[in-house]
């Protein structure tokens, strides 16, 4: 599917008359914790910040069910954005890869517009000892970037990448080991699609920001410890403040 493809669900530009700014809310790694997404709305509601978007960089259970992440979503619907992005994370069932949830915008290979911004991603982990529900080999990742590049050929400036695994040899891929477990077609990917702003997650102890080329690329941390971060974007497409928080 190309951008100029007429099934491209396309949302109308706002109104934004006025209005200055973007707010993205950016958050990962949920693992079916409902307790932080109730204490992430009230500190939403306290600091008076009312998100356009919220992209969700996976796992959004903890090894459960479609039903499990459909009631994820319906708790994420009330934090009052009118979009949600995301893509499935590696303790996902498969299912998610491929069904969309209703409220919710499946971007795992599917480009979807929003306010003249195009969100596309690339859910899964890479392969671990643990086993877990969705894992790719780096060949399988190498053919997943290839076809989302083919997707995005054009207005990659306008584009946020988001990816449940991280870039290889970063700050964002670090686990306890001092071991680099990120993914090398996800680099290049980064690198060679530039996109306005990248968000990962996966690896719960390499939270953080890493500037790639000209791209950000951020790790919010994940919701269940209570961290997320915030993406102001300008009416001419910069990165105004990237921000990471804690509720
Ligand atoms: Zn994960």
């Known amino acids: 599917m190309h951008l100029t493809d007429p099934s ?88 998610l890869l491929n069904r969309e949830i209703q409220g919710a915008h499946l971007i795992h290979l599917r480009p979807y517009m929003s306010n003249d911004l195009i969100f596309i991603g690339i859910g899964g982990g890479g392969i671990s000892p643990f086993n877990t529900y969705i894992e790719f080999t780096e060949e399988e990742f190498e053919y997943l970037t290839n076809k989302l590049l083919h997707l995005v050929k054009k207005r990659r400036d306008h584009v946020v990448l988001v990816t449940h695994q991280p870039p290889y040899m970063t700050s ?49 941390g994940p919701l269940r410890k209570g961290y997320y971060a915030i993406a102001r974007v300008s009416l001419d497409k910069q990165i105004v403040e990237l921000s990471l928080k804690r509720c």
């Open 172 to 220: 964002l891929d670090i686990v306890y080991s001092g071991e680099h477990i990120g993914s090398k077609s996800i680099r290049r990917l980064i690198q060679a699609l530039r996109p306005l702003l990248h968000v990962c997650g996966h690896v719960h102890e390499a939270r953080g920001i890493e500037r790639l080329n000209s791209t950000h690329s951020i790790n919010p």
């Open 8 to 95: 491209l669900k396309r949302k109308p530009l706002k109104a934004i008359q006025g209005e200055e700014m973007k707010t993205l809310l950016i958050i990962s790694d949920i693992h079916g914790s409902l307790g932080a997404i109730s204490r992430l709305r009230k500190a939403l509601l306290q600091t008076k910040v009312r998100p356009e978007c919220i992209i969700v960089a996976g796992d959004l259970t903890h090894f459960g069910d479609y039903d499990q992440a459909k009631e994820i979503i319906k708790l994420l619907r009330e934090l009052g954005s009118s979009d949600i992005v995301y893509v499935p994370g590696n303790c996902d069932p498969p299912s």
